[in-house]
């Protein structure tokens, strides 16, 4: 099957709830009038938004737009792929995170062909307590099918033995995943559309809509502008929103973040911080530049530090609603307690914001207030562990405050000349979501864009913007004479080095090791264990169905031609016990990928496969200068 991902879209023009565009089932459970549950359309997959691709005995994932399938929801579908070196390989793609409320149900559109190469599917869910818990089907069908299930004990059972959990959903969930597992070796994987939820949840005192946005951020040469919303409506009421957009000419590639529609903008960017440690003021103002490599770190001294302070000036007093933090390396630092300040001298905690957890809190996470209060200086203590002092202690990489929408203007930005700009107008029926595809009327030709958006319901406004880019036209004929190259690993990615102009690919996993699992024995299939590449279909793919020049890298030495000690760890860095086993592996991928055709006595395949006339050249081995014996690929002179 060709190349695509999975998809939890937002897009269409209508709500689904209307029998034309309906894209969940009549019969489903999630379709039912329940007043009692809120239906949520789960991350906009369409911007390639999967969290986390992984798999067991499953190898050279990817996650691409689906070619030549209808979607079900929106303008695309993706398809999540793999190759299985045993039967029962499983991919596992991550979807989303943090689903709210009591999850009652989940549901997704899935399509399978006569190549997909699966036994079972299903969803996979990480719940409260850590727990992996997976629900499969048989994948007995062709097309599209729809695939609900209920979150139950019977329905969910462990994805593998975890003896100190308790084999039930808690709730809530903190992921959804798909999963599946291959019906034999090879290539395995199908399309996904329209990841949809049926929860119990609270409706939401802060505000009654919330509104998303696509995150596609270009288009290819001479199509028009295409930005996709998903509106959900947390209320027992219907609502109708006003959608306004522009789209201008951005020479200056605008970059202002957008304002959160409830906490409004960042104050904490670009402001004044400062680190004291032991009394020492230190100039450092990496929490407030939002630079995610950056970040204060003591220097090293053994059994030394129990506290360090940071300090953060807004410019003037705020009414501070909400403190983000983003953790770099959260294992360098602890407990927290925040003090405010309207003077700069005299501080006050703030009850609420004290001894919080800031170990191994990885990414983005908010800490409060429950309550707002004002100031314009922060005092941020961070503290060691009470046992012992601390070697280093290290600061978060930024934070992020907020003092709400009041004092903002939700207006559209001016970033250039106006190419098109319109507005439309979409209702959602009560406790459910409606989804909307603002599309240009006009072809753009290449260059930046800057798209806007304006919704409005009420009182309540939400404004999104982004950078929009046209791509160039591709070349028509890229040869061998190109000097642009690019060192590569994934073949799922040809088509964008194509798209770039590159002409050459140099590929790192045609290893000697990966091609022959003993002497004399030579396999290019993927069937050489435990790596599974398929050396044939990877070359073909970058040869022949995107044109582009190939260079392979043959290096490591399998264990049996390895000059290394006896179960030395680093066997493959070693060069071969005999060379003239290394020149029968180069002459092997020569006689096989190079231009002329040989007789079956010289070739060490099962399937006596040569001149296949896809290879030009080989490089032989691999960057002579890391030599060092326990871990560089070229071990010796």
């Not at 009414?319 to 953790?327: A, E, G, L, Q």
Request: aromatic share 12%; with cysteine; proline share 5%.
């Amino acid at each position: 099957m060709k190349k695509s991902i999975l998809a939890i879209f937002i897009c269409g023009i209508a709500n689904f709830l209307t029998a034309e565009h309906q894209f969940i089932p009549l019969d489903s459970k999630i379709s039912a009038k329940e007043n009692t549950l809120q239906k949520l359309l789960l991350n906009p997959m369409e911007d390639k938004g999967i969290l986390h691709k992984g798999g067991w005995h499953m190898n050279e994932l990817s996650a691409e737009p689906a070619e030549n399938v209808q979607p079900k929801v929106g303008s695309v579908a993706l398809t999540l792929q793999g190759t299985a070196d045993i039967r029962g390989g499983k991919g596992d793609f991550s979807l989303t995170d943090n689903i709210p409320g009591n999850c009652r149900y989940l549901g997704i559109w899935v399509y399978l062909d006569e190549n997909s190469n699966i036994h079972k599917l299903g969803i996979q869910i990480h719940d409260s307590e850590g727990e992996a818990m997976l629900a499969l089907v048989p994948a007995n069908w062709k097309g599209w099918k729809w695939i609900e299930v209920e979150l139950n004990s019977e329905t969910f059972k462990q994805s593998y033995r975890q003896k100190d959990k308790n084999s039930k959903i808690d709730l809530p969930l903190r992921s959804v995943h798909f999963a599946w597992f291959a019906k034999a070796p090879g290539i395995s994987g199908c399309i996904v559309d329209g990841l949809v939820a049926s929860t119990e949840i609270n409706k939401r005192a802060d505000n009654v809509i919330i509104i998303k946005a696509s995150k596609n951020e270009y288009t290819e040469n001479a199509t028009p502008f295409k930005t996709d919303l998903c509106i959900t409506n947390y209320s027992n009421n219907p609502i109708s929103c006003i959608i306004n957009y522009s789209i201008q000419e951005n020479s200056t590639l605008y970059n202002k973040k957008v304002p959160d529609p409830q906490y409004g903008r960042n104050h904490a960017l670009g402001i004044k911080s400062w680190v004291e440690v032991n009394g020492n003021k230190i100039e450092d103002n990496s929490l407030t530049d939002e630079d995610l490599s950056t970040a204060y770190r003591t220097p090293y001294k053994k059994n030394f530090y129990s506290e360090v302070f940071q300090y953060v000036d807004l410019g003037k007093e705020r009414n501070i609603k909400k403190i983000d933090f983003n953790s770099g390396d959260a294992n360098w630092c602890w407990g927290m307690d925040v003090l405010a300040s309207s003077d700069g001298k005299n501080y006050t905690s703030i009850s609420d914001l004290q001894n919080i957890n800031m170990h191994k809190r990885w990414g983005i996470f908010t800490i409060g207030p429950k309550k707002p209060f004002k100031a314009r200086f922060l005092k941020l203590h961070f503290k060691g562990r009470e046992e012992k002092k601390e070697n280093v202690i290290r600061m978060p990489t930024s934070i992020m405050i907020y003092d709400g929408t009041a004092d903002e203007n939700l207006n559209i930005p001016k970033v250039g000349l106006e190419i098109e700009q319109g507005n439309k107008k979409i209702t959602v029926p009560p406790k459910n979501f409606a989804t909307l595809s603002l599309l240009g009327s006009k072809p753009l030709s290449t260059g930046a864009y800057f798209i806007a958006v304006h919704a409005k319901y009420e009182k309540i406004v939400q404004l999104f913007y982004k950078n929009y880019f046209v791509m160039p036209k591709p070349l028509e004929k890229i040869t061998e004479s190109s000097r642009f190259g690019i060192n590569v690993s994934t073949p799922s990615l040809a088509k964008f080095h194509k798209k770039m102009g590159m002409g050459w690919v140099r590929f790192e996993n045609m290893k000697w090791a990966f091609i022959s699992p003993e002497k004399d024995k030579y396999a290019f299939d993927g069937s050489v264990k435990p790596w599974g590449v398929d050396e044939d279909q990877i070359i073909k793919d970058y040869t022949q169905k995107y044109q582009l020049n190939y260079l392979p890298y043959v290096f490591q030495s399998p264990r049996w031609a390895s000059s290394a000690p006896p179960n030395h760890k680093n066997f493959r860095g070693f060069p071969p016990e005999d060379y003239k086993d290394y020149g029968k592996c180069i002459f092997q991928i020569v006689a096989r990928y190079g231009s002329k055709k040989h007789s079956d006595d010289k070739l060490l395949t099962d399937d006596k496969l040569s001149g296949m006339n896809m290879i030009k050249v080989i490089e032989l081995w691999n960057e002579p200068n890391l030599n060092a014996e326990s871990w560089g690929p070229w071990v010796g002179s």
